[in-house]
């Protein structure tokens, strides 16, 4: 089964960027869907963005224009591009990765992901 490791969060100012790392070990990375999440103090967890296996890319409202996933099968890593911060983007962000067989699906619950990252801090200071 794949393990994920978070890294890339830290403190920003408003407006600034911030790339995260996702590095997949064991397991094929390129057979997994995967996504980002975040769970900010006193909230529920919500979806950020994902990419199928094939790298089709689908993210939530509140960070299209601002944040771009991507993936790098032969480094077997996943990214997140966060650009034009929001002190409501403050939160602990996690990867998390479906084995699936279908190329084109996206997954954008977080129940329909099998394995998860232990997350990384992303506070924005306004």
């Known amino acids: 089964q794949v393990q994920l490791v978070e890294s890339g969060g830290g403190l920003v100012q408003a407006g600034g960027s911030l790339r995260l790392s996702c590095a997949a070990s064991?397991?094929?990375?390129?057979?997994?869907?995967m996504g980002w999440f975040r769970q900010a103090p006193g909230k529920e967890r919500e979806f950020v963005a994902c990419l199928s296996r094939n790298s089709r890319p689908y993210s939530a409202d509140s960070v299209k224009g601002r944040f771009t996933i991507s993936r790098d099968n032969a480094k077997n890593t996943l990214y997140l591009q966060m650009n034009s911060l929001k002190a409501e983007d403050t939160a602990v962000y996690y990867c998390?990765?479906?084995?699936?067989?279908?190329?084109?699906?996206?997954?954008?619950?977080?129940?329909?992901?099998?394995?998860w990252g232990q997350g990384t801090q992303v506070t924005i200071s306004s």
């Open positions: 998390a990765a479906r084995d699936t067989v279908t190329s084109r699906t996206i997954y954008v619950r977080g129940d329909e992901y099998e394995y």
């Open positions: 064991q397991g094929t990375f390129s057979n997994y869907a």
